[in-house]
């Protein structure tokens, strides 16, 4: 008798977005004519850069004719993508070999499948607030799970203490959804700590695109990271590619545990679990890293940069205390006069048809606060912020 | 201390295609020039099919423009392509709700993920030959394996036996290695035996396109089928997507095992682990499941025909004994005089320089066997074939 994983029994009913999906229909269908201003789930608006639909549609050619096509590509990546990542590291000057570097289907596939490394007897170690996937990925896998919460006291951003006992350690900065992000020096006790200790740290990079001041895009400019880190990037906030799929993952080879090569483990999980990545979407992803593609990505982000600015101007205006939104795509709002998250989630759906993520969805630290994506249309947004200045006005 | 997963230490050294690739890389450094005829792994030679190349370009250009753009897919794959899968399979009078299909980014992919649904306690059995994979991801698991060889003696289609005593049974029909393909008398036999122990079975239909005889092409055309079967399937070599990636998964919403419905788990599985499949990957499969797109890549499928028939003509023609080509694209010969399958493959490269597979790699049963893959060149395949005929003729 086949006794399926009973581990998924220990989850918790509804996953936050879909939650959010079910409000949403359910108020659509009583107002079919609504406009909804959609700033909740972090997908975004614009369109594929210039540069990734000429070369998508090139690779497309490519494989319709008999001497350009191209079957069963390396599983750890197509050569040309994985350099030209590496070179793009470069120039923040972290210097990884090619095969450091993997191709993945995205952020979100990679951090469920990288977890088939690890025993499932290590203690994982999540910050909260946190994207709920880390959570539900090591319940799972029966993993034990260590909630680290955050809140305004410390920005958002704990630090390391010699009390706290693990052995995975997520760390998403800019966060998700916090918008803080660590800089340098509070990155580096956690390399520290972690090193000490023979932790490994999962780093989440997915919003580095969007930092504006002085502090690290990568793990890897924290000198130790080497020897504690796994960096797992994705397209998807960067290019626009939430859709269209494609990310990168960083294990270097001096990652070691148990006298195991956690780079060569992963070599032997992508050979023997996948085939590789499409050449089609590889090549998209190839674009993104050329001096064109950097230029009209960094124009897509300059609009969504626009939209937090929009979204940061109306909260201090209604006095409302927020983080993120700055170096990340993300604002963490208080919600007013102590409401709950979900209840302030009601009422914006509701009084003036804005949908964003109430922050108990990531963890019940989370409680009292709200998350705004600012991927959405600007127009959109500027009714959205508008609205949400009365609203919150009112409130007061 | 973070403990790797030390499954990973009982995997055996390399694996077999990439053994291969190092003796190839090895005899193209010594002799430069050589052409050598590609027979060894299954990787397709023809190009996308036209309606395929027109729908990934048309999905292309809908990522570049805002009106058209789309961001994240639902996670278990796009209602326009269930839904024509779901078709597909009804033309073969096998009844599915689209909700029981699942969009995958190939077979090899979720192979490897769908474990997740499974208790690491669960016995395995694997009939060998087989395809390297199912064993390595299972070792990773930290699986029990029951290997259940089979041989010439029953035609390599083993048969149920009261005494098996297993959970998890893969089995791949027309199976690679072997080209072997089950009649439904004999799927029957293992449908009647999963459901009477409660086990799953793993039916990996990735040639079932190459099928000529009146032979399920489905195990979902076996009654009883919907309570113990998972069909995992791919666009690879039925439509030529090995480099661009595409395929997908039959779960039954009549598949429950301790109270748990394995399709609302891996439903699960993939809104956590996953954010859905490229859009322009799911428009492009969807065009093969067309009325256009499913002619012409019969006409592909045709020239594979072709290359299998003149192979089993050559190994006819030395008197050598072999299973498969008719119903699949694998032709599975004996090797001559009792060499091994390495020897032989040495032989055939150095000698004749063609590419096949050692049987052996598909376990030790395979020993003594050899695999050739059909989706050459024709020209090249032709070759191969005259210079295997002269090299097998001087053996005997």
């Known amino acids: 008798m086949l006794t399926p994983n009973l581990s998924y029994a220990n989850l918790k009913e509804s996953y936050l977005f879909h939650h959010i999906a079910g409000k949403t229909e359910a108020y659509l269908c009583a107002h079919p004519d609504a406009h909804l201003f959609r700033m909740g789930i972090g997908d975004v608006s614009l369109p594929l850069a210039p540069a990734v639909i000429q070369a998508l549609h090139r690779a497309v050619d490519d494989q319709g004719e008999k001497d350009s096509f191209h079957g069963y590509m390396p599983e750890c990546g197509a050569p040309f993508l994985r350099e030209a990542i590496a070179a793009f590291y470069l120039k923040r000057n972290v210097q990884l070999a090619a095969d450091e570097v993997f191709v993945s289907s995205g952020a979100s596939d990679e951090l469920g499948d990288l977890l ?54 997520y ?37 580095e695109a969007f930092i504006e001041e002085d502090l690290p895009h990568s793990i890897f400019e924290i000198p130790g990271a080497r020897t504690c880190a796994i960096e797992i990037c994705s397209l998807s906030k960067t290019a626009g590619f939430t859709g269209t799929r494609l990310g990168y993952t960083v294990i270097p080879k001096d990652l070691e545990r148990s006298g195991l090569s956690l780079n060569a483990m992963w070599v032997r999980n992508r050979t023997t679990k996948t085939n590789g990545i499409s050449y089609i979407l590889q090549r998209g992803g190839a674009a993104v890293f050329t001096e064109e593609g950097q230029r009209q990505i960094h124009e897509n982000i300059r609009i969504y940069k626009e939209n937090a600015r929009v979204l940061m101007t109306t909260l201090d205006e209604a006095g409302i205390r927020y983080w993120g939104g700055r170096n990340a795509p993300y604002i963490w ?44 249309d600007p127009g959109d947004t500027r009714e959205a912020a508008a609205r949400l200045l009365q609203l919150l006005k009112q409130s007061h």
């Not at 994982?124 to 994207?131: F, K």
């Not at 760390?171 to 200790?197: F, H, K, M």
């Not at 009084?351 to 019940?364: A, L, Y």
């Open 116 to 169: 088939d490394l690890f025993d499932r007897k290590n203690r994982a170690l999540i910050m909260e607030p946190a994207y709920p996937a880390y959570v539900d990925a090591n319940i799972m896998a029966g993993r034990e799970i260590l909630h680290l919460p955050s809140g305004p006291d410390n920005h958002f951003l704990p630090l390391p203490e010699d009390s706290l006992q693990a052995d995975l350690i």
């Open 171 to 207: 760390i998403c900065s800019p966060n998700n959804p916090t918008g803080a992000a660590y800089n340098r020096d509070q990155l580096s006790r956690w390399v520290q700590w972690a090193n000490e200790r023979g932790a490994v740290i999962l780093f989440d990079a997915a919003y």
């Open 333 to 376: 709002m208080e919600c007013p006069d102590g409401q709950s998250s979900w209840a302030f989630f009601d009422r914006l759906l509701n009084e003036i048809q804005v949908i964003g993520t109430p922050g108990e969805g990531f963890g019940s630290c989370g409680e009292g606060f709200f998350r705004f994506s600012t991927f959405g």
